[in-house]
């Protein structure tokens, strides 16, 4: 019962959430969600720094997708020493390689990429789950590894599910113009498609399609992770781990693969993009390499009761709080659009 009422409630939150998002914020008013003053001109105004519902949107993702991978390693009974090291190794090294590689790949020095990060992180998982395990294994308390390949994939795909809607707010990840689109796919959008407003969102400063009809890609990417990260909790709850690790990983990464040819911001100069290259190279690196390191799959059953309790300890909280504001942060100051704030008196009020 347990289980059933998590994946409802989990389920309903996700729609919820989704389609408020599809609908609200392609809007003009749900890029900034604040500014601070910096530095004072000469006019007596401020230049201000801004902050993005786009570091909103993706501190929300990291934060809960990293709670969703405690539930579910814990669950599995995993120790909670080690998940601590796995998690935050993955996250130390895998958050400024979004920057990282966007720079290597696309020459750009204030670009985020979620597919440069997501690569690294599967490239290293095998390894901290293999290095973790020597470490911490113990009489009673044990690192299993497929549990935990499971349980990252899973959290990976609900985070950069979730994370597609910092993109819809900052109007980047944006899909190619209706209109150029094959006939299919133009009645298949015909009455859900986007349309971004704003002359600060990228997709009006990069290929100035700002008001215009556009292949809804982030939707369908988010729509598509979190369903494949539902499915992928079902078969983790009924012990099922490689199966849910394959499927959430394959899903999430073939995507990657086929979207950008739906999409229209820059990838690259090539027809086939890096990160499309990645997309497949982590296909059958994860399809291998890691059960050459773990022939023998974990005979677990998941307690997700225990898993839930975990969360509430203080340390937890504390770890979850501090990485939200981490996360906001390093993805919601933006280095791309500036603005100037004035400060006045309502005298009438004195």
Same mark, same amino acid.
């Given at each position: 019962?347990?289980?059933?009422?998590?994946?409802?409630?989990?389920?309903?939150?996700?729609?919820?959430?989704?389609?408020?998002?599809?609908?609200?914020?392609?809007? /003009?008013?749900?890029?900034?969600?604040g500014?601070?003053?910096?530095?004072?001109?000469?006019?007596?105004?401020?230049?201000g720094?801004?902050?993005?519902?786009?570091?909103?949107?993706?501190?929300?993702?990291?934060?809960?997708?990293?709670?969703?991978?405690?539930?579910?390693?814990?669950?599995?009974?995993?120790?909670? +020493?080690?998940?601590?090291?796995?998690?935050?190794?993955?996250? %130390?090294i895998?958050?400024?390689?979004?920057k990282?590689v966007?720079?290597?790949? @696309?020459?750009?020095? &204030?670009?985020?990429?979620?597919?440069?990060?997501?690569?690294?992180g599967?490239?290293?998982? +095998?390894l901290?789950?293999?290095?973790?395990?020597?470490?911490?294994?113990?009489?009673?308390?044990?690192v &299993?590894?497929?549990?935990?390949?499971?349980?990252?994939?899973?959290?990976?795909?609900?985070? /950069?599910?979730?994370?597609?809607i910092? =993109?819809?707010?900052?109007? =980047?990840c944006?899909?190619? +113009?209706?209109? @150029?689109a094959p006939?299919?796919l133009?009645r298949? *959008?015909?009455?859900?498609?986007?349309v *971004?407003?704003?002359?600060?969102?990228?997709?009006?400063y990069?290929?100035?399609?700002?008001?215009?009809?556009?292949?809804? $890609?982030?939707?369908?990417?988010?729509?598509? !992770? =979190?369903?494949?990260?539902?499915?992928?909790?079902?078969?983790?709850?009924?012990? &099922?781990?490689?199966?849910? *690790?394959w499927?959430?990983?394959?899903?999430?990464?073939?995507?990657r *693969?086929?979207? /950008?040819?739906?999409?229209?911001?820059?990838?690259?100069e090539?027809?086939?993009s890096? !990160?499309? $290259?990645?997309?497949?190279v982590?296909?059958?690196?994860?399809?291998? %390499?890691p059960?050459?390191?773990?022939?023998?799959?974990? @005979?677990?059953t998941p307690?997700?009761?225990?898993?839930?309790?975990?969360?509430?300890? +203080?340390?937890?909280?504390?770890?979850?709080?501090?990485?939200?504001?981490?996360?906001?942060? !390093?993805?919601?100051?933006?280095?791309?659009?500036?603005? @100037?704030?004035?400060?006045?008196?309502?005298?009438?009020?004195i």
């Amino acid at each position: 019962m347990t289980n059933l009422l998590f994946l409802i409630g989990l389920t309903l939150f996700l729609v919820l959430m989704l389609a408020w998002s599809f609908r609200t914020l392609p809007g /003009e008013r749900w890029q900034i969600i604040g500014t601070l003053p910096r530095k004072k001109n000469g006019n007596g105004a401020w230049r201000g720094v801004n902050l993005t519902f786009y570091g909103l949107f993706n501190a929300n993702a990291y934060t809960g997708a990293t709670a969703l991978a405690f539930l579910l390693l814990s669950a599995a009974g995993i120790p909670i +020493p080690a998940i601590f090291a796995m998690v935050g190794t993955v996250l %130390v090294i895998c958050m400024p390689s979004s920057k990282l590689v966007a720079r290597i790949v @696309e020459n750009k020095k &204030h670009t985020i990429s979620v597919g440069g990060a997501s690569f690294v992180g599967i490239l290293i998982l +095998p390894l901290v789950v293999w290095t973790a395990g020597k470490v911490f294994d113990s009489p009673g308390s044990a690192v &299993h590894p497929t549990p935990v390949l499971a349980a990252v994939s899973i959290a990976y795909a609900f985070g /950069e599910g979730i994370g597609r809607i910092a =993109c819809i707010s900052f109007g =980047c990840c944006y899909g190619k +113009p209706l209109s @150029e689109a094959p006939p299919i796919l133009q009645r298949l *959008f015909s009455h859900a498609h986007f349309v *971004f407003y704003g002359h600060t969102k990228k997709i009006a400063y990069a290929h100035g399609l700002d008001g215009q009809k556009v292949i809804p $890609i982030q939707a369908v990417t988010a729509s598509l !992770y =979190c369903a494949v990260g539902l499915l992928g909790i079902v078969l983790f709850l009924l012990g &099922h781990f490689r199966s849910a *690790f394959w499927l959430t990983l394959t899903v999430t990464q073939l995507w990657r *693969f086929f979207s /950008e040819f739906f999409r229209a911001d820059y990838r690259g100069e090539q027809k086939i993009s890096a !990160y499309q $290259i990645m997309g497949l190279v982590a296909v059958g690196y994860a399809l291998v %390499v890691p059960f050459l390191l773990f022939p023998a799959p974990a @005979e677990v059953t998941p307690d997700l009761a225990a898993g839930a309790a975990v969360l509430w300890q +203080p340390a937890m909280i504390l770890f979850l709080q501090a990485l939200w504001v981490i996360s906001f942060l !390093y993805t919601g100051t933006s280095h791309v659009t500036t603005s @100037e704030i004035r400060f006045d008196v309502h005298h009438g009020r004195i």
